[in-house]
């Protein structure tokens, strides 16, 4: 399970780092909600220029017992200007010998985040528990590259009746004060359908 987490936030990362630019303010999208990792999640979508792309699970992950349609995470991304804002889940416990771990008691987890930072000569610049839907979610805030190629972000993981989530953004430097609303907008507006 922890080497499917660490794939997830690696490939979100991933995508994450790929460059960035300038744009948009604040101002909120339209309410949607996803079928994600077979969940009902809603939150407040990026408003335009950001366009959304649907990830789904690949044929090497639907070998590991998971569907081929799966959804797994959602990215949002500015047409010709670099950035991204990210929303993904995998399930813990693939298997009866792997319990749940609240991501707050998950030491190896969190240091695999904080280490995608120091690993790209980055720096941590805040780190705090934040309440999502009841949870601690580890929030983050970070920076990496130097002078103009430097890009911030934010980061919020936490885990939640067996799966846990992370919703990241990245941008350019100097994009990271007018784009920053859009990411905690979504964070503020995330919710799960409850299946009661």
């Given amino acids: 399970m922890k080497k499917i987490l660490v794939i997830l936030i690696i490939c979100l990362l991933s995508s994450l780092s790929l460059g960035c630019q300038n744009s948009s303010s604040g101002v909120a999208g339209p309410t949607k909600t ?3 990792q077979g969940e009902q999640v809603t939150f407040v979508t990026p408003s335009a220029p950001w366009e959304e792309r649907v990830q789904t699970v690949g044929e090497e992950s639907a070998e590991l017992g998971q569907p081929a349609d799966r959804v797994v995470g959602i990215t949002f991304k500015r047409p010709e200007k670099d ?3 990210a929303v993904g889940a995998v399930k813990q416990g693939q298997n009866e010998k792997e319990e749940f771990i609240e991501l707050e008691n998950d030491k190896e987890t969190l240091n695999r985040i904080a280490n995608w930072v120091v690993k790209r000569d ?3 610049l805040e780190q705090e528990y934040i309440k999502v839907l009841g949870a601690n979610a580890y929030h983050m805030t970070f920076k990496v590259g130097a002078d103009e190629r430097e890009e911030r972000g934010e980061q919020v993981h936490f885990t939640k009746d067996g799966k846990h989530y992370t919703m990241s953004i990245l941008v350019p430097a100097q994009d990271y004060d007018k784009e920053i609303g859009q990411f905690r907008n979504l964070v503020k507006d995330f ?4 299946k009661s």
């Fill in 191 to 194: 919710s799960i359908k409850d």
């Fill in 34 to 36: 996803y079928d994600l």
């Fill in 83 to 85: 950035g991204l804002i």
């Fill in 122 to 124: 980055g720096e941590i």
